[in-house]
């Protein structure tokens, strides 16, 4: 091949704009998968910095108010959450395990279930005591994309805690919450 072919061939304007308009979507795509988890004050819920970040399948500390991502905090995926090993996401031993509506403490490499943690009631979450996962005071009150505290046993809403921008997997947010 020529070299007057080749840069006929893969340099003209049609294959720039093309590889552009690739690589523009391909950017749109990663930033989609990326949602945001600030802090949120008061009864009306006013947003604040971020406080955590997730993406793809991993929950990141979130710094400063325009949610700059800082070391990786838990690993997930549809039924399991892990502490990080590392700063990078390495999956390190078990947190969390979901079953149906439930979410228990687990431990080990392989996520042995422990007792029960929380109770997901509709747009309610409750804390959950033992094995068998009773029912106890209410805990957050998820509105939209706010996240509230709740108190009593039918789970009353008070102060907004987080605010949440993109879509967040029910794991990574219960995981998020199981640790308030």
Partial sequence: ????????????????????????????????????VKFAYGTFGTTGDAAYIVEGDRIYQGCGAFGSKGPCLFVFNEEEVFHSSSANGGKGMGAYVADGDKLFRCSGSFCTKGPCVLILEKNKVFRGDGPFCNKTDG??????????????????????????????????????????
Avoid at 7 to 21: D, I, Y
């Fill in 139 to 180: 805990a957050f009150v998820i509105d939209g994309n706010t996240v509230f505290l709740a108190e009593g046993p039918f789970g009353n809403k008070t102060d907004a805690l987080f605010h949440i921008e993109g879509d967040v997997p029910m794991i990574a947010l219960l995981a998020i919450l199981a640790g308030w």
């Fill in 1 to 36: 091949m020529t070299k007057a072919a080749y840069n006929n061939m893969f340099c003209s304007h049609g294959t720039r704009a093309v590889l552009l308009a690739f690589f523009c979507a391909v950017a749109m795509h990663a930033s989609a998968q990326t949602a945001i």
